[in-house]
């Protein structure tokens, strides 16, 4: 296998936030201690529910956080210590795209300002060719005519068009992976997957890879290589089929919370009340997810499973019971992965 | 669902609507253009019903549950006709001391998308949800608020009376403004995207929520939504909104199983791309 483009080593971030009382702080370890390998031209998704660290994740690998612990690093150089070229080469080749686009396009300048200002930047076209480049960039991320949009303000775009303008802004360089926190959950379903079928287009025809962060984990099964689970500030699961054959709990259970838009199923309709979830603050001895875990075992009390890899495949779960779940877990009929090319999604 | 569905039915027809909406604009006055937010749609909700209004953003969903419950601030209506009733009473005609006591007494409440941004952020739960409280007689006002978290799925709720809206998890205030909202003791519960900002697996606990307390009142429901996964799971019928128009009405079941109209199709298409594995399971 070829070397990561970046890789994660026990990397952890911790925020302290004053306690409401005033008095004294708590600690939340937002990452705990989790490794990871990005590859060229991978899409990488990294699920979870909010408050388990994917969008810290995000911003460690992108160096806008400096971890408390471990280290990050950029073709086998670590992050914090990058300096001059390589550390611009860093900032070429790793883009980022927003949750909310209209908060990460400066209200006050049209598209054409704003693109032309990275094109400066990183003199990427003279002065007198410029317009014509962007107006490439921005076909290619289906702005067409791209003459229709360069002019305008972002409050003069949807939300979707926003997004577009967002990720031709993140293309423009040609970076080899672009980290997208959320980039879909701003948008209405019909513009979700026209995103989606824009993220698929680019790989192809450019191979650059995507690391996007969600909690969807229907609209990561259509474009993902590889999944991680993160809970509570660890990847619990990681792998490429954690779909149709989930191997941790958790991931099982994010998985059956999805609502299918399936009337004669009516699960809410006869299940048992769910359990509540833990506060953020706590975390237990032995594995973490143990007080949402119908499945824990005495070891599970004791002793902190840490990500190991399956017998089969290339999937690591970090559960001390991942080999008796595998059978029960297995989804009927399932193992088949959705068609990845989203065939009828623009429709 | 089968057996809700059998029983409503057929007693439904005999019982006079709960909530009738009839022709229904409403046009805003933006800049020196005017949008049809709402133009001309027509509702009904009997008691007890859960109606699902589902539509893409900006087809004018929220703006229809905001114009019945006539809770339209700083807006310049360019448009405002139709015909209103709720329980008998005419909704347009009404003065708004009448319409303040409606909202108070067991009449309707409203629940919305992001509780942060309705709770008060300096005073405790308790005090929030006991304002909210319609008398009853036999409940202290304290008993009425440990009751009705009781209900909406709070347990301790001692403790939970002296917390800020800041000290609880999205869910918990969901929840707290679900318990707001029944305090008066509705015959109808708009709900506008009552679990889009929460994590799925919160989602569901809230959507459970709901939909006990729905049956265990005997309450109506409007349950506002881009999301059909909701529609499926808890809503009698559904109204497909596009452009400010009813495109589609229908028995949720045969909604999905026979969309009438291209874009409902397409919509139901769309919600089970975006959720590959259960076309297999």
Redesign the interface.
Known sequence: MTAPLLSLRGIEQTYSRRN?SGWGSTTVRAVDGVDLDVFEGETLAVVG??GSGKSTLAKLLLMLNSPTNGKAFFKGEELGSLRGPLQREFRRDVQAVFQDPASSLNPRMTVETALRFIVKRHALRSVSDTRRFLAECLTRVGLNPPERYLDRYPHELS?GQQQRVAIARAMMIAPKVIVADEPLSSL???V??QILDLMRDLRRSTNVGFVVIS?????M??ISDRTAVMYRGRIVEIGDDI??RPKHPYTK???D?????????????S?A??P??P?LATTPEGCRFRPRCDYAVALCETADPILRPMHSGQTQVACHRAEDLLRLFE????G???PST?D??T? | MNTSQDSDIPASSSQPLLLDVKDLHVHLRIGNQIVRAVDGISLEVRHGECVGIVGESGSGKSTTARAITKLMPNVSLARFSGDLRFDGLDLLAMADRDLRRLRKDSGFSMIFQDPLGYLNPTQRIGKQIGEAVSRDGGLSREQSVWSLLDEVGLPDARNLVRRYPHELSGGMRQRVMIAIALASRPKLLFADEPTTALDATVQLQVLQTLYRVQRERNMAVVIITHDLGVVAELCDRVYVMHSGKVIETAATQDLFARPRHAYSARLIDLSTHLNPTERYA
């Open positions: 409401a529910e909010s939300g209405d379903v019909s979700q997957a909690h969807d984990l229907g609209a099964q259509s779909y149709a259970l994010l998985l919370a999805r609502l299918t838009a399936d009337p004669t199923r009516g699960r809410i309709r299940m009340p769910a509540s979830i506060p989804i009927p009929g399932g088949k992965r959705a989203g009828g999604l429709a």
